[in-house]
């Protein structure tokens, strides 16, 4: 159970991304449609932040996406639509920005090929540049995620030599589930043998 503060906190960071939004004239009429939608809902959430999106490839001005713990129906505002992630796993303030990565995976699950190929590039790099506990906690965080999450996670994670991170994220699938992956995930990384039967 979260702390009663921690509803002050989320509301802060809310702000703070909603601040940012405003703060990029492109963003204005972002943050004034959001800010309304998110006003009464008191669980927390965090915005899939657009500058880490855009870094890593992903660029949507017209859609913003929001995690949270509850599944809630897409939202179309003003020629915006706010999509609402389903966050599996607990929100705090020290674990967003990994979230927000796993997020950015599961959105990449749903993209056309030359933008899913250029976008994983980005999100490699957002990988190798995390220290290996934080990795671990990736790994932790995404065992509740859906097996695509993982995967992506297991087979980029070969691809950098993370080879115990790789085969504990790859061995969460069943053998038919990462067949098909290693069949729709083919080129990401090469995978190492023993995952080439």
Not at 24 to 37: H, K
Not at 68 to 92: C, G, H, M, T, W
Not at 129 to 150: C, D, F, G, I
Request: aromatic share 8%; proline share 5%.
């Amino acid at each position: 159970m979260l702390a009663a503060n921690s509803d002050i906190f989320f509301k802060r960071e809310l702000v703070k991304a909603l601040s940012r939004l405003k703060g990029d004239w492109d963003n204005q009429e972002a943050a004034g449609v959001i800010q309304p939608v998110l006003l009464d809902y008191s669980l927390p959430s965090y915005i899939v932040d657009v500058s880490i999106m855009e870094e890593v490839g992903i660029i949507d001005r017209r859609h913003i996406y929001v995690s949270l713990q509850k599944r809630l129906s897409p939202v179309e505002a003003k020629d915006y639509r706010i999509s609402f992630l389903a966050q599996p796993n607990a929100i705090s303030g020290a674990l967003i920005p990994y979230l927000q990565l796993l997020d950015i995976i599961l959105l990449l699950q749903r993209r056309d090929e030359p933008q899913y190929r250029s976008a994983i590039t980005g999100v490699k790099r957002a990988i190798i540049s995390l220290t290996y506990n934080e990795q671990k906690l990736l790994l932790q965080l995404a065992r509740k995620y859906p097996a695509a999450v993982r995967a992506c996670l297991g087979f980029l994670w070969a691809g950098i030599n993370q080879l115990t991170l790789s085969s504990k994220a790859l061995q969460t699938l069943n053998p038919a589930i990462l067949s098909r992956y290693k069949r729709s995930m083919a080129g990401i990384n090469e995978l190492p043998p023993i995952y080439n039967r």
